[in-house]
C-alpha cells in the first residue's frame, strides 16, 4: 500500500518560491512513474509535472512550463516540485500521484495512489 503525503505549501507573495515534497514512509516509490496535480475551487484538476520512473524524463502543464520543475531522489524516496515566479493563478491544493510504470503521464486516471494535497497560496 502507497501512502503519498506531500509537504511544503504554504502562503507565498507573487514571484516568491516554494517547493514541495512529496514522500512514502513506507514502501519505495523507485518503481513508480510520478505526477504533480493541482485544483483549485470551481475548476478542475489540472496536470502541473510529471516524471518517469528513473528521473530521465519530465514533462509539464503550458501553465507552469518555464516556472516549475519536477524532480526525484530515489535514495531518498522523495519527488519534488520546484515552483518559482509563482502567480496568483497557481494557487490550488496540489496533489502528488505514483503510477505503476515508468512512463510519465498527464493523465490523473493513469495514477494508482494519490496523496491528500497540500494547499499552496499565492498573494497578489
Known amino acids: 500500500q502507497v501512502q503519498l503525503v506531500e509537504s511544503g505549501g504554504g502562503l507565498v507573495q507573487t514571484g516568491g518560491s516554494l517547493r514541495l515534497s512529496c514522500a512514502d514512509s513506507?514502501?519505495?516509490?523507485?518503481?513508480?512513474?510520478m505526477g504533480w496535480f493541482r485544483q483549485a475551487p470551481g475548476k478542475e484538476r489540472e496536470f502541473v509535472a510529471a516524471?518517469?520512473?528513473?528521473?530521465?524524463?519530465?514533462y509539464y502543464g503550458d501553465a507552469v512550463k518555464g516556472r516549475f520543475t519536477i524532480s526525484r531522489d530515489n535514495a531518498k524516496n522523495t519527488v519534488y516540485l520546484q515552483m518559482n515566479s509563482l502567480k496568483p493563478e497557481d494557487t490550488a491544493v496540489y496533489y502528488c500521484?505514483?503510477?505503476?510504470?515508468?512512463?510519465?503521464?498527464?493523465?490523473?486516471?493513469?495514477?494508482?495512489?494519490w496523496g491528500q494535497g497540500t494547499q499552496v497560496t499565492v498573494s497578489s
Open positions: 516524471i518517469s520512473r528513473r528521473g530521465g524524463s519530465t
Open positions: 513506507g514502501r519505495t516509490l523507485s518503481n513508480y512513474a
Open positions: 500521484a505514483a503510477r505503476i510504470g515508468s512512463s510519465n503521464t498527464a493523465y490523473y486516471t493513469a495514477y494508482d495512489y
